[in-house]
């Protein structure tokens, strides 16, 4: 049993019991030595040994597949990533080929998984291996947070996965357990660096690999969001979430606002030739580097039409006239919701200039399927495929 903590006055929140849990001015390092440490990594290796998950970059000690699995695990769930991992290593098997590839084709590669700086930073990480590290994954931990796209949690689970190098972690499911076992009063992203001085303080040195892993798979199939199942869980004598009934209760959340709404004109616009306009993003930004059709934000008092032919002109520097509706969409990004509104368009005069994008193409309706598009896009083109063309 861990020593009895400190009272703390105030409500759960969501609960009308009194909670006996850790406060912000109340995380000192002390807090984690106070618990049965030596018992805890024995309990939890000794779970792993019988109920980790056989992985597929498990099964290599290879630090670029190493590498690739963890910035693919970064916010996409461990079933998602598994084919995705598999394609990769068979597209760019070696870090040469991923430095040597053309953005389009890797961006291709991920399209589907989301986040897509994670692979814009695979790539530029992959040519300064080449460059400064002699096409070898660096091993010392200052020179791997140098990379694009790897903080402290990547760096640690990648220096232990492939080197057994003692780094602590601190991902999404780490949080969750650590916040459960010493029962913390705020939400984890409050107490972030004394939730690291947990993960390194329970750290087994001897065996981080198998720890890490352990930690992580703790989190991911038994001490999960929601119901998670203390009665198989090798910490559950140790955990002050589980002795007060409170795991349904932490960690605790964030307030979360409702996220912000835009409504977004866009246009499908085709030549004479029956040929369709495609732009492409910027690097820098939301789906950076991808392609997509073009369009914009609704103005207020603006409808559709109005919308698409004055972002068409702004954007593009073109003349189209806006025609038949094609498809409606909804989809979320991590902090707003957009309704995309798609209207079939032709193209009356102006030759188009990448004014607020790196680049515009005609490309046939059948060529699509060779640029990187974001999700909510391909609806756009299964709808294209599945219908007739306008204009002809
Ligand atoms: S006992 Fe329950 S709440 Fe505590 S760490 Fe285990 S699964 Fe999570």
Redesign the pocket.
């Known amino acids: 049993m861990p020593r009895s903590v400190k009272v703390l006055s105030g409500l759960v929140a969501g609960s009308a019991l009194p909670a006996p849990l850790i406060p912000l001015t109340d995380c000192s390092p002390d807090r984690w030595r106070e618990l049965p440490v030596a018992r805890l990594r024995r309990s939890l290796l000794d779970w792993y040994a019988h109920h980790g998950r056989e992985l597929p970059w498990r099964r290599t000690e290879d630090l670029y597949a190493i590498w690739v699995s963890e910035i693919m695990l970064q916010q996409t769930q461990v079933k998602t990533v598994i084919p995705y991992y598999e394609r990769w290593l068979q597209a760019f098997p070696a870090v040469g080929q991923l430095a040597q590839a053309n953005q389009q084709t890797v961006l291709m590669n991920w399209q589907g998984l989301g986040y897509y700086a994670r692979a814009r930073n695979l790539h530029r990480a992959a040519q300064s291996i080449i460059a400064d590290y002699g096409g070898q994954f660096p091993e010392q931990m200052a020179d791997v947070l140098k990379l694009p796209g790897i903080g402290r949690t990547t760096a640690g689970g990648i220096l232990s996965a492939a080197l057994n190098q003692p780094y602590p972690i601190l991902d999404g499911n780490v949080k969750r357990?650590l916040a459960?076992?010493i029962g913390l009063s705020v939400p984890p992203n409050h107490a972030l660096s004394w939730l690291w001085e947990g993960s390194e303080t329970l750290l087994d040195a001897t065996h981080p690999r198998a720890f890490n892993q352990a930690l992580m798979d703790?989190g991911a199939t038994?001490?999960t969001p929601k119901q998670?199942?203390?009665d198989?869980?090798?910490?559950?004598t140790f955990?002050q979430?589980?002795q007060l009934n409170l795991?349904s209760v932490?960690p605790m959340s964030e307030t979360r606002q409702p996220l912000p709404h835009k409504r977004i004109g866009v246009a499908v616009i085709w030549n004479s030739h029956g040929q369709i306009l495609i732009d492409k993003r910027p690097q820098s930004g939301l789906l950076g580097g991808l392609w997509e059709f073009p369009g914009g934000k609704v103005e207020p008092n603006e409808t559709i039409p109005e919308c698409i032919a004055r972002e068409i002109q702004e954007e593009l520097g073109i003349q189209v006239e806006v025609g038949e509706h094609l498809i409606t969409l909804d989809h979320a990004y991590t902090h707003f919701k957009v309704t995309l509104s798609v209207h079939h368009c032709r193209h009356l005069s102006g030759e188009p200039q990448p004014i607020e994008c790196d680049e515009v193409k005609w490309v046939s309706l059948g060529d699509l399927d060779q640029y990187p598009f974001p999700t909510a896009n391909h609806k756009i083109i299964a709808a294209l495929q599945s219908g007739e063309r306008p204009f002809r």
């Not at 198989?232 to 559950?236: I, L």
């Open positions: 357990v459960r076992l703790l038994v001490c998670p199942q203390c198989r869980c090798p910490w559950a955990c979430a589980h795991q932490l």
